[in-house]
């Protein structure tokens, strides 16, 4: 249902796009974004939007950095990612707000004052940042 793809091996301040690819099926999602799993952490919320409007949302810790963007019409989300830092490095998932019984919980993150838990599909994308 969501295919990430883009990640790659990077030095510090460097830049990548991440793509994500998401079938018709998910289209009651209202919300697309990405998370991140760096080794031993817990997942983490990165950044979303809303597919049908113009809000999005951002970790503190990419704000400036990373930005979410959409094509409606070719149902893409993607992750421009720039100034990279070690920290960053991670596997990053694609997410919507639209679990079905097959998608991996990845978390419940408050935005405007609402609670919305997204989920993910398959292996993610693995982002390598090295100093």
């Known amino acids: 249902q969501l295919q990430a793809s883009g990640g790659g091996s990077v030095q510090a301040g460097g830049s990548l796009r991440l793509s994500c690819a998401a079938s018709?099926?998910?289209?009651?999602?209202?919300?697309m974004g990405w998370f991140c799993r760096a080794p031993g952490k817990e997942r983490q919320f990165v950044a979303a939007?809303?597919?049908?409007?113009?809000?999005?949302y951002y970790a503190d810790s990419v704000k400036g950095r990373f930005t979410i963007s959409r094509d409606n019409a070719k149902n893409m989300v993607y992750l421009q990612m720039n100034s990279l830092k070690p920290e960053d490095t991670a596997v990053y998932f694609c997410?919507?707000?639209?679990?079905?019984?097959?998608?991996?919980?990845?978390?419940?993150?408050?935005?405007?004052?609402?609670?919305?838990?997204?989920?993910?599909w398959g292996q993610g994308t693995q982002v390598t940042v090295s100093s």
């Open positions: 997410v919507t707000d639209y679990p079905t019984s097959s998608a991996q919980i990845m978390g419940v993150i408050e935005l405007d004052d609402n609670p919305v838990l997204f989920a993910s």
């Open positions: 018709g099926r998910m289209f009651p999602a209202s919300m």
């Open positions: 939007l809303v597919w049908s409007g113009s809000s999005t």
